[in-house]
């Protein structure tokens, strides 16, 4: 799939990317930032992504081709990158729901919300590997007990990498 190449480049490995993992990766695009302002993240992420790397590498790769416009896309494009399919797992668990007369419901000001929002570093849409309900972090920040509380927000959070409306239950990873 991909083939390691030894040079002496400031960012420490470089990675000859085949055709395969090119298209691979491509059919994750959705658009580029030649034909969206939504196109934030560099292409080399998604690269990182499909490869499975997290540490600063550099790649070779064939030039890749926005589907949406079909213009020219190297690693440091900025693309829109399409949310993926949420796998099942086995049964779904049962929601926890305490009743009614025990739930605390704390409504969140715009500056917690702006403080928990900088937590997130992606949500379900935009990351299959996303396991912590934005909630959690809003029981860290105000301290309220997870088994009898909810909370109420002013507006969405947003995910930082989808740009995506973030909610209370949503999955995100901070």
Known sequence: ????????????????????????????????????KRALTPFSRLLDDVLGFRSPVAYLAAQARCPQCKAPINESTFIEIAAL??????RPLKEFAPPLETT?????????????????????????????????????????DPTTTEYLLP?????????SAVSEKTLITS
């Open 1 to 36: 799939m991909f083939m390691k190449h030894r040079s002496s480049f400031r960012t420490g490995q470089v990675i000859a990317v085949s055709h395969e993992t090119i298209q691979k990766a491509t059919r994750r695009i959705v658009s580029c930032e030649h034909c969206a």
């Open 85 to 90: 399919p949420r796998k099942k797992i086995g």
């Open 104 to 144: 605390e419901i704390i409504l969140i000001n715009e500056s917690v919300l702006l403080e928990a929002q900088a937590l997130i570093a992606t949500c379900e849409r935009c990351d299959d590997q996303a396991e912590i309900a934005f909630d959690y972090l809003l029981d860290a920040i105000t301290g309220s």
């Open 155 to 163: 507006k969405p959070a947003r995910c930082p990498q989808c740009l």
